[in-house]
């Protein structure tokens, strides 16, 4: 007989209260696997962000464009921004006048919480023009002057128009610039000439060229429409993939005497005066006019370039300085060089083929 059966250890009993026992530790084990491996998750998460932070700004971030090497004018660095301020869309913000017209740009878009009661419209110089509490703008004398819209419920935020205005008849302030204007149409009658406060006005449109400068104390800094229109411009090159940005925009008198001044010293005053503006005689004194890119004949010929050439006028910027002109704007070909004349002006130069000088009908000729 086999007695295997009667040497058999017993087996161990296991009650119901130790088997759940056993399952809620089986469970605690699972559910504590299961936070040990979100931590390493989340910390694993936590790293690559930190890392990548380091490598690629946030798109809320503004980007700065640094120039380094300049060819033809030497510029600072700088930092192409729109004013934050400008939240308000009007229909025009430029006009030129002459004595006794109106005019109004319309608000197209208020910001947010404001509305017509809430506008209040002030001139800068109700000598040149006034503007009531709708914005209506009537020019009253010869010069130039900013129209300020603000809302009273919302001060933070603003628009400008800037309305230049000149006489029909000629007439000016003093009695040199009468005669220096009579004497400028007698020679070309079908250009209307006009010099108020020392700048000169050709059919109505700010002109500085060789024989036209600025006085020393004009510093508008770069105009804000320009700014807003170039914005737009890089905005929708981007789109196409292309890289614009602003690498020169307004400069003194005083640091455009020393531009000159070096290249002089460099080159002799015959050579630079192909390329760089004498002080008073630069459009960067305008506040006008824009620098792209790199500055210099590596500029020419790039996809931005071309593109540039070609669609420049729609955002209201003319190439100021084109190929094969240099005899009749004065300096050598700058495909980076855009001067802005409003969306409308540009395009008829544009159009007609034509330099600025040629459009306007005058020249661009030192005097000594």
């Known amino acids: 007989m086999d007695n295997n059966e009667n040497t058999r250890r017993p087996r161990k009993r296991v009650t119901?209260?130790?088997?759940?026992?056993?399952?809620?530790?089986?469970?605690?084990i699972i559910l504590l696997i299961f936070i040990l491996g979100i931590i390493l998750i989340a910390h694993s998460c936590s790293s690559d962000g930190d890392s990548n932070s380091d490598a690629t700004p946030k798109a809320t971030q503004p980007t700065t464009v640094v120039t380094t090497a300049v060819?033809?004018?030497?510029?600072?660095?700088?930092?192409?921004?729109?004013?934050?301020?400008?939240?308000?869309?009007?229909?025009?913000?430029?006009?030129?006048?002459?004595?006794?017209?109106?005019?109004?740009?319309?608000?197209?878009?208020?910001p947010d919480g404001s509305a017509e009661a809430n506008e209040d419209w002030s001139s800068s110089d109700e000598s040149v023009a006034t503007v009531d509490s709708v914005g209506h703008i009537t020019a009253v004398g010869a010069g130039e002057c900013y129209i300020t819209l603000t809302f009273d419920n919302n001060t933070s935020v603003y628009a400008e128009v800037k309305v230049v205005v000149t006489d029909p008849d000629g007439g000016d302030t003093?009695?040199?610039?009468?005669?220096?204007?009579?004497?400028?149409?007698?020679?070309?009658?079908?250009?209307?000439?006009?010099?108020?406060?020392?700048?000169?006005?050709?059919?109505g449109i700010l002109i500085v060229n060789k024989t036209y400068d600025l006085p020393s104390t004009y510093n508008p800094?770069?105009?804000?429409?320009?700014?807003?229109?170039?914005?737009?411009?890089?905005s929708v090159a981007a789109e196409e993939g292309l890289n614009i940005y602003l690498a020169s925009g307004y400069r003194s008198y005083e640091y455009?005497?020393?531009?000159?001044?070096?290249?002089?010293?460099l080159y002799g005053s015959e050579t630079a005066d192909t390329f760089s503006a004498r002080p008073g005689h630069s459009e960067h004194q305008t506040g006008l006019a824009i620098d792209?890119?790199?500055?210099?004949?590596?500029?020419?010929?790039?996809?931005?370039?071309?593109?540039?050439?070609?669609?420049?006028?729609?955002?209201?910027?003319i190439i100021r300085y084109?190929?094969?002109?240099?005899?009749?704007?004065?300096?050598?070909?700058?495909?980076?060089?855009?001067?802005?004349?409003?969306?409308?002006?540009?395009?008829?130069?544009?159009?007609?083929?034509?330099?600025?000088?040629?459009?306007?009908?005058?020249?661009?000729?030192?005097?000594?």
């Open 221 to 234: 800094g770069l105009d804000s429409e320009t700014q807003a229109h170039f914005d737009e411009l890089v």
């Open 292 to 317: 792209v890119n790199s500055i210099d004949d590596s500029f020419a010929g790039t996809p931005e370039a071309i593109w540039l050439a070609e669609h420049a006028h729609e955002f209201g910027f």
């Open 174 to 203: 003093t009695q040199a610039t009468t005669e220096a204007a009579s004497v400028t149409q007698t020679a070309n009658s079908a250009v209307d000439i006009q010099e108020i406060d020392g700048i000169t006005y050709v059919n």
């Open 71 to 110: 060819a033809t004018e030497p510029v600072p660095t700088t930092t192409t921004t729109v004013p934050s301020t400008f939240d308000v869309e009007l229909s025009d913000t430029i006009f030129y006048l002459e004595i006794g017209d109106t005019a109004i740009s319309y608000i197209n878009a208020y």
């Open 322 to 368: 084109p190929e094969g002109k240099e005899d009749i704007t004065g300096y050598k070909y700058e495909p980076w060089h855009i001067r802005y004349l409003g969306v409308e002006t540009a395009t008829a130069v544009y159009n007609s083929g034509l330099t600025l000088e040629e459009y306007l009908g005058i020249d661009s000729v030192y005097q000594d």
């Open 16 to 28: 119901k209260k130790m088997a759940q026992r056993r399952r809620m530790a089986a469970l605690a």
């Open 256 to 265: 455009q005497s020393q531009i000159y001044t070096n290249y002089s010293n």
